[in-house]
């Protein structure tokens, strides 16, 4: 019995969180003794899967196929699964992977896991430890049913390198048209700058600042960093940044390796949904801020002093 695995392209590009999901899925497969088959839409360049270990890739290209339809994706991912006799499918954590995870669940007649933080405690039955009440919990969910789709949550594994002769099927028809009220006609981007939910380091702006014309502090040091900017929910109700910057339980979730915030309090709402990033730094001159006792780190002082000597610092060492 095999192990599927999507993976989910950007302009023909594999996101990051899915290449997780072949580090994850190669580990279950050599654990299972399975071959691990990966099914991906619009891909360019299959040669990242053969180095995470995939030994069969269904390259889907087709006009279809050009932007995420969730209808024609699950059932091709369904076909697949049943022609393949996969009995676990697996998806990432991404926006994409959460709403396609259970569409693909019904339609397979499986259980259906999501927040997957580990490897499977056990395989008969399948027992996986997930988060839960964002993230301030866990739980050990058990299912009895042979089919299983699980959505593994975001920076929670790891990407590793496991060189394999991939064998490539490419798709240049409909593999399954399934029919849709909804179609995505085009994308057009609002910025070309490190998306929030690939960046490995985020940099976060809030009411601190005391206005946008202050942004320039963030956008220096994230430019330095290499990293994505984001904002708390005030700043981005007041209009200084747009909504798609808003990190929280009402925004987007982040699960960096290291967040910076600045000039953020730190509401339960702001911590819950950045609360899986890996390491935490605020910097705020209120040391009674509730973000000081969920941080790794923090720095009592000034943004408008301890930021740009931060930037200045990391220049100098980057230059070094």
């Known amino acids: 019995m095999s192990v599927l695995i999507y993976i989910e392209t950007r ?11 072949a580090s994850y899925g190669r580990a279950i497969a050599d654990a299972k003794k399975s071959p691990l088959i990966a099914v991906s839409f619009g891909l360019e360049d299959t040669s990242l899967l053969s180095e995470r270990g995939v030994n069969k890739v269904y390259a889907i290209s087709t006009e279809q196929d050009a932007y995420f339809n969730v209808n024609r994706y699950s059932s091709t991912l369904v076909q697949i699964a049943t022609s393949e006799g996969a009995e676990l499918v697996i998806v990432s954590g991404s926006a994409n992977g959460r709403y396609l995870g259970p569409i693909v669940a019904a339609k397979f ?9 580990g490897l499977p405690l ?13 993230n301030k919990a866990f739980n050990q969910s058990i299912s009895h049913k042979d089919k299983v789709v699980i959505s593994l949550s ?3 594994f790891g990407v590793h390198d496991q060189e394999n002769s991939s064998e490539i099927i490419e798709i240049t028809s409909d593999y399954e048209a399934s029919a849709s009220a909804l179609e995505v006609i085009s994308v057009e981007k ?5 998306s929030i939910a690939d960046a490995d380091i985020v940099v976060s702006g809030g009411r601190g600042l005391k206005g946008p014309e202050n942004w320039h502090l963030i956008e220096d040091l994230a ?3 290499g990293a994505a900017t984001a904002c708390s929910k005030p700043v981005s109700d007041m209009g200084w940044r747009p909504h798609s ?12 390796n290291l967040y910076i915030a600045i000039g953020v309090s730190g509401a339960i709402q702001h911590l819950a949904g950045i609360n899986s990033s ?24 000034d943004a408008f002093e301890v930021v740009p000597e931060l930037t200045s610092k990391l220049k100098a060492l980057k230059e070094a």
């Open 223 to 225: 430019s330095v960093l």
């Open 245 to 256: 910057e808003h990190v929280g339980q009402t925004g987007k979730p982040v699960a960096s």
């Open 190 to 194: 609002s910025t070309d700058k490190v």
């Open 154 to 156: 975001t920076n929670s």
């Open 109 to 117: 007649e499986a259980t259906y896991f999501s927040n997957v933080i």
């Open 278 to 301: 890996k390491v935490k730094v605020v910097i705020n001159t209120d040391p009674e801020a509730p973000f000081f006792k969920a941080a790794d780190y923090g720095i009592v002082g």
């Open 122 to 134: 056990s395989y008969k039955p399948l027992e996986v430890k997930r988060s839960c009440f964002t």
């Open 11 to 21: 302009e023909g590009k594999i996101k990051k969180s899915s290449l997780e999901v």
